[in-house]
């Protein structure tokens, strides 16, 4: 089945500080979706992005699906982004969702 | 306001019991997924259900049971047969007819043993 690959695995910052997450995937997709789990474990749905590039607000997203990854940045990072963010795709419609193991971020004061 | 409930928050589990984590979705969203997730781990698949009296077996089923008699209600069953039920227990959605799979998910259950 599809492999999922995110990295860093841990990511320390400072408040303000920028930083770039990437997650590669082993197949072509029809979904990828990017979640930020909050440290009571709801799961935020922060990005649908299976190619392209979009934008909200302090968040970005990048796809480039012909080279199999994903990009997502995270600019003057604050102590609310802590938490660990996944990736997780689809190979087609209906299916469940493959997700990585994550990337979890610290930020502090 | 529109959304998925799980509850409860936090269940025990004493040993030989067979435990029942609830979801119920109000989006009208035809397929519900339950997955599990370890420490340190992303989330596995243990069911999903793409329409109401039918569902599958995700990747990690053995020792777990789920039931869709309605489209809203998805439970999950943790019987005596799972040996290692300790984690933290998702429950997500999609619409149906979405080409787009966006799967919204509910603030989840964790599980421990007693």
Known sequence: G???EQSP?????????NSTL????????????WFHQNP??????????????KQNGRLSATTV??????LLYISSSQTTDSGVYFCAVTRQAGTALIFGKGTTLSVSS | DGGITQSPKYLFRKEGQNVTLSCEQNLNHDAMYWYRQDPGQGLRLIY???????????????????S????E?????????????TAFYLCASRRGGDQRNIQYFGAGTRLSVL
């Open chain 2, 73 to 85: 209600s998805f439970p999950l069953t943790v019987t005596s047969a799972q040996k290692n039920p």
């Open chain 2, 48 to 66: 999903y259900s793409q329409i109401v009296n039918d569902f599958q077996k995700g990747d990690i089923a053995e020792g777990y049971s789920v």
């Open chain 1, 9 to 17: 695995p841990d990511l320390i910052l400072q408040e303000g500080a």
């Open chain 2, 68 to 71: 869709r008699e309605k489209k």
């Open chain 1, 65 to 70: 699906a012909t080279e199999r990854y994903s």
């Open chain 1, 40 to 53: 009571w474990g709801q799961l935020i749905n922060l990005f649908y992005i299976p190619s392209g590039t």
């Open chain 1, 2 to 4: 599809i492999q999922v």
């Open chain 1, 22 to 33: 990437r997650c590669n995937f082993s197949d072509s997709v029809n979904n990828l979706q």
